[in-house]
């Protein structure tokens, strides 16, 4: 296959947004959160096209702000369920989503002739006319495609966040009680991981669509988690995941002309049920060979 | 107005039928969501939700056309087999619940997307019908598709009524169902079967994101109420019916506007009322009678000092000797102060408090349960003297007359306590 610049640029951005959706995934699935980052990646709809609605664009400030505001709002909002209304935690991450999302919806199409954004692109994304969609200076000068940057952008900040709150995170994922006993704040280390996700989510939104950025958060990580259960050899597992995820993805969603953010979730499925597949097989084999 | 009448009089036989339609089913999934919600696995409603997409998708290639047979028959094949592989990564791996669920929910998505965009590039010209299963159209519902969705919601809640008690018994307790004899892993299958079918017939109206609030939302607005189950289902079923009217109306009236949003946000709202209004178990209730408690629990305090130092040989107490009892709380003070002397239970001249006759005999009646309370921890669970304080600081609000007379058998109606002081009683002299 000869060198294509456009699907390396792609690949290149599926494999950035994969990487820092999993490398929160990891945290979030160890605090047994992966549904709060599901939930977040619908909630932040409404803030997304209000932010949209204020800049005019998508690529204003705005939008950032209000999908960050509404992420960290749905967090309280099932906190505020589960403890002063006492809803169980599945119910109140179930109510608090679909009603975030049912608002966000009924937004586009009251502001359907205001705003440039589908429902479609919301939620599945197109990352194939991300070459088309150009970031270019004032001067004239081209700097590559926008939503690459916003990805590279994007995986400093996690990169930055994760590597200054190593420490923190793992001990408040592991032993909460501890982490407050020895004085950190785990409270708000909790609502700075869930602004990350929610920050994640809206730069990768354009990209995949915010449902698949659940799936990027979540399933690379619990793919990992089925074959080590060491934290560090499980980030680098999700890492590498979601470099081959990507390639895969784009090469198979070329050959079948489907959505390319799609086919990566696929992939990352049959990989994911493959492993668990062939975990299941081993305790078996274990006790054929050791058999009496 | 007129849209409003025009309605709501059914005068159009077409909205006659969405109308008994979108009831039939938002009173089905309430039903199956609302034992869902009490077994705790009310998120894997919106995993199976998602999950059917891909199912959809393969039967409308299979069928070339929107037909409501093959797409029922291909949203319950992989809302099924999303089941069973959620429950199947339960048994066999250790990753945790929520884990599994939004993997599973996502990867189904993520497939359905993938024939969604193969369908559209090819350009089938039936393809428009197809978004509407992401989002809902109910207005969209034909007559004939009607018979299909409605007959299965009427299944679904017959069933569902007829065999109330086993899906208790599921729900509540299956250790016990299985014990008494009942094949609680048929009923179990037959449970998600149901739960598959709400959902497969709920997509074409609500759309396959917000299904899960059609599950979730109604039984946990309902749960506020009642604690009887058949009410609750009930409740829940009427909530669901409400809203999925509303939602109906909103996209008749509002044509470009898919149903499902709006049934949510009405379902929401009833749900937030439930959850701030409801009595007993709502915020609001909650708070006004913690806050009655805080008070009563304050008022008892203030006559136990005012008794005490009777015990000491005092007669009042002047009002800064009570602000200096409680310390920091002096706006507190006053309020109980107001309010006992409203109740006749103390008189206040000038600066000086005295209780009443009455008073007198309420302040005995509360030292007297601490002290008995005091007493019978120490001599019955051998708790030291000097640890049973707190505790009988907080029972002595609680303790029932019945209680007390009880604990005054138990005990051999003592005069004396732990700290050996006296327990008084109402014939005793001060």
């Known amino acids: ?292 | 107005m007129e849209d409003f009448l025009y309605f709501f009089t059914f005068q159009d036989a077409s909205i006659a039928f969405v109308v008994i339609g979108i009831t039939l089913l938002g009173i089905g999934s309430a039903y199956v969501g609302t034992y869902s919600f009490l077994d705790k696995k009310a998120l894997l409603g919106d995993a199976i939700s998602h999950a059917v997409l891909p199912g959809i998708c393969l039967g409308f290639i299979l069928a070339g056309e929107k037909n409501p047979i093959y797409i029922v028959t291909g949203a319950f094949a992989s809302g099924a087999l999303a089941t069973f592989l959620i429950s199947w990564l339960r048994s066999k791996t250790k990753l945790s619940e929520d884990a599994i669920i939004a993997s599973i929910l996502s990867i189904f998505f993520g497939f359905g997307i993938v024939l969604l965009t193969v369908i559209q590039k090819s350009g089938n010209p039936e393809m428009a019908g197809l978004n509407q299963f992401i989002f809902g159209n109910a207005i969209a519902i034909l007559e004939e598709d009607l018979y299909i969705y409605g007959g299965l919601a009427l299944v679904i809640i017959i069933i569902l009524t007829l065999f109330q008690k086993e899906f208790s018994l599921l729900v509540f307790n299956p250790d016990f169902g299985k014990a008494i004899g009942y094949p609680m892993e048929s009923i179990r299958l037959i449970f998600n079967v149901l739960m598959i079918l709400a959902v497969v017939i709920g997509i074409q109206a609500i759309g396959v994101v917000l299904m899960a609030a059609l599950l979730i939302t109604p039984g946990a607005a309902a749960r506020f109420w009642t604690d009887r189950l058949g009410i609750l289902l009930i409740l829940a079923g009427a909530f669901s019916a409400v809203s999925g009217i509303l939602g109906t109306y909103v996209s008749f009236v509002l044509p470009q506007m898919p149903t499902g949003p709006w049934v949510v946000v009405c379902l929401s709202l009833l749900a937030l009322i439930s959850f701030l209004f409801a009595p007993k178990k709502g915020v609001l209730s909650r708070f006004i009678a913690r806050n009655a408690y805080l008070k009563k629990t304050h008022q008892d305090h203030l006559m136990k000092t005012l008794y005490k130092s009777m015990e000491e040989g005092r007669k009042f107490l002047t009002i800064d000797e009570i602000y200096q009892a409680f310390p920091h709380q002096s706006g507190k003070s006053i309020n109980s102060i107001h309010r006992l002397i409203r109740k006749g239970l103390i008189t206040k001249n000038l600066q000086v408090i005295i209780l009443t006759d009455s008073g007198k005999s309420e302040a005995k009646r509360i030292v007297r349960l601490h002290r008995l309370w005091e007493l019978y921890l120490n001599e019955y669970m051998n708790i030291a003297p000097d640890h049973v304080h707190d505790s009988a600081e907080k029972l002595e609000h609680l303790l029932t007359p019945e209680l007390e007379t009880l604990l005054e058998k138990r005990l051999n109606f003592p005069k004396l306590d732990p700290h050996q002081e006296n327990i008084p009683r109402d014939h005793d002299d001060l």
């Open chain 1, 1 to 292: 296959m000869t060198f294509d610049q456009n699907a390396f640029l792609i690949i290149f951005t599926a494999t950035l947004i994969a990487i820092s959706c999993g490398l929160l995934g990891v945290f979030m699935m160890l605090r047994k959160m992966s549904m709060t980052g599901d939930a977040i990646s619908h909630a932040v709809l409404p803030g997304i096209v209000i932010g949209f609605f204020i800049s005019g664009s998508q690529r204003g400030l705005e939008v950032i702000i209000g999908a960050g505001i509404l992420g960290i709002l749905a967090t309280l909002i099932i906190d505020w369920l589960r403890k002063r209304a006492r809803v169980q935690l599945d119910a109140s991450i179930g109510i608090t989503f679909t009603l975030l999302f049912a608002i966000g919806i009924i937004l586009i199409n009251l502001l359907a002739y205001k705003v440039d954004l589908d429902q479609e692109c919301v939620l599945y994304g197109e990352i194939a006319y991300l070459p088309i969609d150009l970031w270019i200076s004032n001067s004239g000068i081209n700097f590559g495609p926008r939503i690459m940057w916003l990805a590279v952008l994007n995986l400093g900040l996690v990169l930055t966040f994760i590597l200054l709150l190593y420490k923190e995170l793992t001990i408040t994922s592991f032993d909460e009680s501890f982490s407050l006993v020895i004085g950190l704040p785990a409270g708000a280390i909790n609502l700075a991981l869930m602004s990350m996700v929610s920050y994640t989510t809206v730069s990768s939104f354009e990209a995949v669509g915010a449902i698949l950025v659940v799936a990027l958060l979540v399933v690379p990580p619990a793919t990992a988690f089925l074959w080590t259960k060491k934290l560090v050899p499980l980030i680098q597992l999700t890492c590498i995941l979601g470099l081959v995820i990507s390639v895969v993805g784009y090469y198979l969603a070329y050959l079948m002309d489907s959505s390319i953010a799609g086919m990566i979730v696929a992939v990352s499925g049959v990989i994911f049920l493959g492993s668990a597949f062939i975990k299941s097989l081993q305790p078996k084999l274990k006790l054929g060979t050791s058999g009496v």
